[in-house]
């Protein structure tokens, strides 16, 4: 028996190493509305927020052009801006609560994501597994999230009032809807 010990050692330690691993796989559940309930939430969206919610869960181009256009194009109204990415599971435990408010919260305020450090399959099968009634634009290089001040942390929240103005940047998750909501009410003005 002692010349198997090391073996059953080390087979043992894997077991648990595999068991650990597993645990950090586990996802949140999506949350996401159906496409009828969306539409029935969005009626009567302002144009600028209509256009939005045309691009719900599509990854964009465009760089940081196209994202300080959306956001020239959304002035007069909040912004909420999500830097997130599919590899980070601090990410995906948050969409849960982003599918929830920005339906709730979509016809008075913009919402956006910003796809970092991420490559565009991986972001899409995310964005499929998790829809949401909002665009993202890929950043692999984090030049949008560069411009916002939110490079180190993933993921960041980042929110303007409506003149187009940063008036809160929320490093980390939000794990209940509720906080999210309280910092929408706090600073989207």
Same mark, same amino acid.
């Not at 599509?58 to 007069?76: E, P, V």
């Not at 408010?101 to 016809?107: A, I, M, N, R």
């Not at 964005?127 to 634009?137: G, I, K, N, T």
């Given at each position: 028996m002692p010349t198997y010990y090391p073996f059953m050692r080390?087979?043992?330690?894997?077991?648990?190493?595999?068991? *650990?691993l597993a645990g950090c796989g586990a996802h949140a559940k999506s949350a996401a509305p159906s496409k009828t309930a969306e539409v029935k939430a969005f009626e009567g969206s302002p144009p600028a927020l209509a256009a939005v919610h045309?691009? /719900?869960?599509? *990854? *964009?181009? /465009?760089?940081?052009?196209?994202?300080?256009? +959306?956001?020239?194009?959304? &002035?007069?109204?909040?912004?909420?801006?999500? &830097?997130w990415a599919a590899w980070c599971g601090p990410c995906r435990e948050e969409f849960p609560v982003f599918q929830?408010?920005?339906?709730?919260?979509?016809?008075r305020v913009a919402f956006l994501g910003v796809d970092g450090q991420d490559n565009d399959g991986d972001a899409k099968k995310f *964005?499929?597994?998790?829809?949401?009634?909002?665009?993202?634009?890929s950043d692999p290089?984090? &030049?949008?999230?560069?411009?916002?001040?939110?490079?180190?942390?993933?993921?960041?929240?980042?929110?303007?009032?409506?003149?187009?103005?940063?008036?809160? +940047?929320?490093?980390?998750p939000y794990t209940k809807a509720a906080d999210l909501v309280a910092d929408i009410k706090r600073y989207a003005q």
């Open positions: 080390l087979a043992i330690a894997s077991l648990v190493c595999a068991a *650990l045309k691009q /719900g869960g599509q *990854l *964009l181009g /465009g760089g940081t052009s196209a994202f300080n256009s +959306r956001l020239a194009a959304l &002035k007069g109204h909040p912004v909420v801006v999500n &830097k929830k408010v920005s339906v709730q919260y979509g016809k *964005l499929s597994q998790y829809p949401v009634s909002y665009p993202s634009y290089n984090l &030049k949008i999230a560069a411009e916002m001040n939110a490079v180190g942390a993933f993921p960041t929240t980042v929110i303007y009032d409506s003149r187009g103005k940063i008036v809160n +940047r929320h490093l980390g």
